[in-house]
Structure formats: C-alpha cells, structure tokens
C-alpha cells in the first residue's frame, strides 16, 4: 500500500452499502415489522433478545452471524458463546469429551503460547488441564516458536508420561501473529496432535491462502471491545465435527427441543441426543442483542481489514521518513516487528515495535529511556504499553494462577529476552492519516535517537 494514499475513516458498526441498494435495503428490512405499534410488533421485539425466542428467522442475528463465520473461515458450524475466553475452554473439553472420552485430563498434554492474552492460559485451566498445561516459547516475530514444541513433544513422549496421540495445541494467533502453518500442520500429523485456534486476533489472517481458524478440529473468536468485530464482550466457536457442534450446543444452554433451532448450524438428530442429557448446562451463550450488534459489522469486516492494513503501511513508512529527516541513521531505533512468513495474509490491528540500540541491534537490557517514552506517548492518548512489564496480562509471568514453576524468567528466557523493549500500540479501523500524525512524532528524545 503506498504510503501516500489518503485514507478515510471506515464506519465503525455502519453496513456498506452495495450497488444498486439503499441504506435503507441494507441491514434494516430483516426489521420490517417489528416496529409495529401493534400487540404483535411488540411481542416480536420483546421476543428477540434471546436466540430461542426469535419468533421470525430474519432477527435470529445470531443464527446469521453464525451463518456468515461459518461460511468465512470456513467451518461447517459456528456457535455464538458470550466470550472468546470460555469458547476456548469448550473447545477443550469438546476435544476431551469427543476424542479422548476415556482418559484422564491428566493424561492429556496442552501445549500453548508462552506469549498471549491471559484468557488462554486461563481458559486451559478452566478445563480442566493446568497440571498438563506447557508453555512454548516467543520467536522475536512474537510467534510461537515451533521448533522449542517439536523438541518438548520429543521430551514428552521420551520420558513415557505422556502417550502418543494425547496431546492438543492451543495456538493463538496473538495480536494477528501467524507461524508457518504449513510446518504446524506437519507437526501436529507426525505427532497426532489435536489443534485448537485460537483466532481472537485472526480472524480474517489467513496462510498461504487458507483462512486462520480452518486448520484445525475446533478454532474459536473472539468479539470483545477490541477485537475487529466488535459487540463489546462475546466470541464464537467453530467446527466441522458434529458430536462437538452438540457438546458445544448444549454446553451454551440449549435444553429441550431448542437445538433444533440451530437450523443449518444443528448436527444430525442421532448425533445431538447422544449428548442432550450427559451435557453440563454452562449458561454461556450469546444474547441476541449482541448478535443485532454484530450483523451489520459482517459487511464491512473486510473493508476494515483493509483499512487498518492501509494505516498500518501508512503509520510505518512516514515515522521512519521523519525519524531519518530528523537525523539520519535514527530510524534503526524503531524496529516494526514483521510478520515471520511471506505467506501469511496478515490484519494489522495493531502495531508492535522494538525499541533498538543506536547500531539498530537488539538492546541486552531495557532501554533507560522506555518507561519515559510510553508515558509521554500515553499522555498523548494513545493505547501503546510494553509487553515486559510484569503487570501487563500479556506477559507470562502475570499469570499467577499457573503452576509456580511456569511462571518464572528463567524458565521462558527465549519470551523474556524476545519481550524485551516491545511496544504495543492499538490501531482503530477508523484511524485516518491525520490520527496517526501525533504518532509519527515519535518523543524519542527519551531514547536518545
């Protein structure tokens, strides 16, 4: 993308509209009569705040966006949960409960990313599988680092604690990060390992053609404030394996005859009464209010993508153009952190960045002048941290509720050495290049450029 494009601001929740329609053609007439002052207008309306309620399939919004998710990443099933969080533990125990009925969560090891939001690790624990849960190392592009799990893998299966095919890897794609999928695949084959994607910052990435969130037995999103779709809290969970479509259905709170009400998203009748009375009720679905608030933001899901991978572009070229016309040389302070693979199709919702040495190298320590330069650019208002701070709920060693072992320095030296001096700034699908100007005036007198 060039780095002189003008960009305008892309609507936040506003549907696109399409050639030859109108506003009101787009988005609104799933509505038409609802606004009725009729005693049925009302009843309908009163009736669409829960999925199962939803007396007229054009408001069941939770069926379309399901629908549409399924459709995009390409899964046979989705199922709207009221957070990423919880569809990743689900989709732990739907592994656990479809394939591997007869052991002991203990038997089973969970492999996931030393760097991630703490809902993941937290959602593993939820399952069930803190004592079995292993932390994988950070490459410096922020991904998990393949070869340090291929070589515990090896260690696992040498030291006969763990057996052959007992294993799952959740794998988040953490600030939209995507490893070499290509080579995750073949791991995951030669050493039957079941995957989970965690696609709360990859829906919408993609590998060598292939969406993020389809390579897998169960991938999850998430929809939370910050995410690219945007329904304050919420997540989804997708597959194409019937029995844990109805554990997934049932699990959410689906009682009765009401999963029949899941239409193209319903497993096969024989497959879902084996789990209708054997499923703990967890009470975690989405409401459909949360589902009217998503469905407009589909149509534009893509446009934002290419908005923010626009800013993104924009925001990187023009701060290294006026660090250097500041003083030449000084642009190596700066590093933007790429993406690991050529291939990977990446959305850009964030930018992460590595404060560097005067010589461009990787800095031993953490810069002197870091905790200076945030706190000027967070007075300018803008969401950026550090990623090494202890407190932050990226950094592995805040995730206190893990075994004490796991969350030590030196037990990740690769993450805390890759961690170090990383900056963390949000991107907005609406920002425009007049947003990013305050930006690319970095304050980098507190780095000495």
């Not at 696109?16 to 609802?34: F, M, N, P, R, Y």
């Amino acid at each position: 993308m060039a780095a002189t494009m003008k960009l305008a601001p892309v609507s936040p929740v506003t549907p696109a509209t399409k050639a030859g329609e109108s506003d009101a053609e787009v988005g609104s007439t799933e509505l038409e009569d609802t606004s009725s002052n009729s005693e049925a207008g009302r009843q309908r309306k009163t009736d669409m705040l829960n999925r199962y309620q939803a007396k007229e399939e054009a408001c069941n919004f939770l069926l379309k966006c399901e629908k549409f998710f399924a459709d995009y990443v390409g899964m046979k099933y989705a199922l709207a949960l009221n957070s990423g969080g919880i569809a990743i533990s689900l989709g732990l125990e739907g592994i656990k409960r479809v394939i591997f009925p007869e052991d002991d969560v203990d038997q089973i090891r969970v492999y996931s990313n030393a760097f991630t939001f703490n809902a993941v690790p937290a959602a593993c624990v939820v399952a069930g599988f803190r004592n079995t849960l292993k932390l994988i190392e950070a490459t410096p592009e922020l991904t998990i680092d393949l070869d340090h799990w291929e070589a515990c893998i090896k260690e696992d299966l040498e030291s006969k604690r763990f057996a052959p095919g007992k294993m799952i890897l959740v794998l988040s794609y953490m600030r939209g990060r995507v490893p070499d999928m290509h080579k995750v695949m073949d791991i995951c084959k030669k050493y039957e390992v079941q995957l989970l994607e965690d696609s709360a910052h990859g829906y919408g990435c993609s590998f060598d053609g292939q969406k993020c969130g389809s390579f897998g037995v169960v991938s999850t999103i998430s929809t939370q404030a910050n995410k690219l779709v945007n329904t304050g809290e919420g997540g989804m969970i997708l597959t194409s394996n019937d029995a844990m479509q109805a554990f997934f259905i049932f699990s959410a709170g689906s009682y009765e005859e009401l999963w029949k009400k899941h239409e193209s998203m319903t497993p096969p009748e024989e497959v879902a009464l084996k789990f209708k009375y054997t499923t703990v009720n967890k009470s975690v679905r989405m409401t459909n209010i949360q589902g009217a608030i998503m469905f407009p933001q589909l149509s534009v899901m893509d446009e934002r993508i290419d908005q923010h991978n626009a800013m993104y572009s924009v925001l990187m070229s023009t701060t290294i153009e006026k660090l250097e016309a500041l003083k030449p040389g000084s642009s190596r302070r700066v590093y933007f952190i790429p993406q690991v693979h050529e291939l990977v199709g990446p959305v850009f919702d964030s930018m992460q960045m590595q404060i560097r040495d005067s010589n461009g190298e990787v800095a031993a320590e953490e810069h002197p002048g870091l905790n200076g330069f945030l706190k000027e650019m967070q007075g300018r208002k803008h969401g950026i941290a550090k990623f090494s701070d202890p407190a932050n709920a990226r950094n592995f060693l805040s995730w206190q509720y893990l075994k004490p072992e796991d969350v030590l320095a030196d037990a990740l030296p690769k993450t805390t050495k890759n961690l170090l001096n990383v900056c963390d700034l949000r991107l907005l699908c609406h920002d425009t290049e007049a947003h990013g100007e305050d930006f690319r005036s970095l304050p980098l007198a507190h780095v000495r450029i």
